[in-house]
């Protein structure tokens, strides 16, 4: 199987960076795609951002889109989440999570089978 561990997260104020990291172990890293997600309290999980195996191929959701960027480094078993910008509704536990996703389905959390514990990035005004 597959272990993720997040980091990264913590406190800042709206209009700052911060990058999250996944550290991978167990199965071979580069065979699957990663993705990341984020639940605030009250609210669905919801889909963030998505890379192929290689790195060459990236998705985003529209609330993150020209903000977030994600990236891979294989040779390191890691996947990054560069946020810029940052807004309040960006408050949440963000998760990363691997899998072999249906292209068509790469955005629905139940088509990944690892996931990590999460970080929590709190946003202020």
């Known amino acids: 199987q597959v272990q993720l561990v997040e980091s990264g997260g913590g406190l800042v104020q709206a209009g700052d960076s911060l990058r999250l990291s996944c550290a991978a172990s167990?199965?071979?890293?580069?065979?699957?795609?990663m993705g990341w997600f984020r639940q605030a309290p009250g609210k669905e999980r919801e889909f963030v951002a998505w890379?192929?195996?290689?790195?060459?191929?990236?998705f985003y959701a529209d609330s993150v889109k020209g903000r977030f960027f994600i990236s891979r480094d294989n040779a390191k078993n890691t996947v990054y989440l560069q946020m810029n910008s940052l807004k309040p509704d960006d408050t949440a536990v963000y998760y990363c999570?691997?899998?072999?996703?249906?292209?068509?389905?790469?955005?629905?959390?139940?088509?990944?089978?690892?996931w990590g514990q999460g970080t929590q990035v709190t946003v202020s005004s």
């Open positions: 999570a691997a899998g072999t996703p249906e292209y068509r389905l790469r955005g629905m959390s139940s088509e990944y089978d690892y």
């Open positions: 167990g199965r071979t890293f580069s065979d699957y795609a």
């Open positions: 890379i192929n195996w290689s790195g060459g191929m990236t």
